[in-house]
């Protein structure tokens, strides 16, 4: 005779009556497709739906929004002045690459 495997043997699992033996499971069962979660308990905050998990970002944002250091007048003008000046530079290398290899390309690969 040979023995069944436990994956042969049928499931008694799913009966509502209580284990035998005074042993009783330490956690419930998982349904199909749900990843077990240590403890058997739920980390973090509650599912919600979707019109108040928007007002609750919106809440939250705004809390985290009153905690920004915000920039004084002049270090907004300095770091604007800044950005221009960089821009103005990385523009006329640019301008000046483009002219010179234009010229490159013309005169040397082109021999017009």
């Known amino acids: 005779m040979t023995s069944e ?6 499931s008694n699992r799913d009966d509502a009556s209580e ?3 005074g042993q009783a499971r330490s956690h419930a069962r998982q349904p199909e497709g749900t990843p077990a979660i240590a403890g058997g308990a739920r980390s973090g905050p509650p599912r919600l739906g979707p019109v ?8 939250e944002s705004v ?3 009153k905690k920004v250091d ?4 002049p270090q907004v003008i300095q770091g ?3 950005v221009l000046f960089a821009c103005l530079v990385v523009g006329l290398f640019l301008y000046v690459s ?3 290899f234009k010229h490159l390309v013309e005169n040397v690969f082109l021999g017009q």
């Open 98 to 100: 483009d002219q010179a």
């Open 70 to 73: 915000w920039p004084k007048q």
């Open 80 to 82: 604007t002045g800044v």
């Open 19 to 21: 284990p035998t033996g």
């Open 52 to 59: 108040a998990g928007t007002r609750r970002f919106i809440e």
């Open 63 to 65: 809390a985290e929004l």
């Open 5 to 10: 495997t436990p994956m042969q043997r049928p």
